[in-house]
């Protein structure tokens, strides 16, 4: 079950927004103003969805604050004449903008697409993440090679050579003899 915050001016414009999404596995709970949506547990939320301008404010300063709140996928709803002015506004908080008049289909286009994009972002992430470790070993490589170069007066290619042996003869990765080098357990 995915849970989905909606907010319009109306509880009328609620109710109709939640019907296009509500009995597709989704929990949905509705607020008509900001006052509303800043008093509840916005990090339970995966989607909020915003049609904008709201009772007491125009939903844009809303919708940054609450990037500051949660990682949700943030969704204006505008009218098509502000959409271009909305996604300039919004651009940095990586809002998705969906044009009035809403329909069932483009609500859930817009799920989709956010769906995608957070799948995309996780890949992006790890791939980020396995690219510093091998960094990170890559600098203790290095570190260990000085280390072994300057302890036994050889070339930097016969000091590899000599982590890569003792890697092969450890049986444990080069990253590991990097490690014990430089925590003077070996050489």
Do not use: W
């Not at 329909?103 to 993440?129: G, P």
């Not at 570190?143 to 000091?159: F, G, N, P, W, Y």
């Amino acid at each position: 079950m995915k849970n989905i915050l909606i907010a319009a001016r109306t509880a009328d414009a609620c109710r109709t927004l939640a019907g296009f999404i509500t009995g597709d596995g989704y929990d949905v709970t509705t607020a008509t103003d900001g006052m509303t949506i800043r008093s509840i547990d916005i990090g339970r939320f995966g989607y909020i969805f915003i049609s904008v301008p709201l009772e007491n404010e125009n939903g844009f300063e809303l919708m940054t604050e609450l990037r500051r709140r949660t990682d949700a996928h943030l969704i204006a709803i505008v009218r098509e004449e502000a959409a271009d002015a909305a996604a300039k506004r919004l651009a940095d908080i990586g809002a998705f903008i969906v044009t009035k008049p809403v329909f069932k289909s483009s609500l859930m286009q817009a799920i989709r697409f956010c769906e995608t994009h957070a799948d995309n972002e996780t890949i992006f992430r790890r791939r980020i993440a396995e690219l510093e470790q091998q960094a990170e070993q890559d600098k203790k490589l290095s570190r260990a090679k000085l280390i072994v170069m300057t302890k036994e007066q050889i070339s930097e290619d016969e000091a590899h050579r000599r982590i890569q042996k003792l890697a092969m003869d450890l049986r444990v990765t080069p990253a590991e003899v990097a490690e014990d080098i430089i925590n003077g357990l070996l050489i």
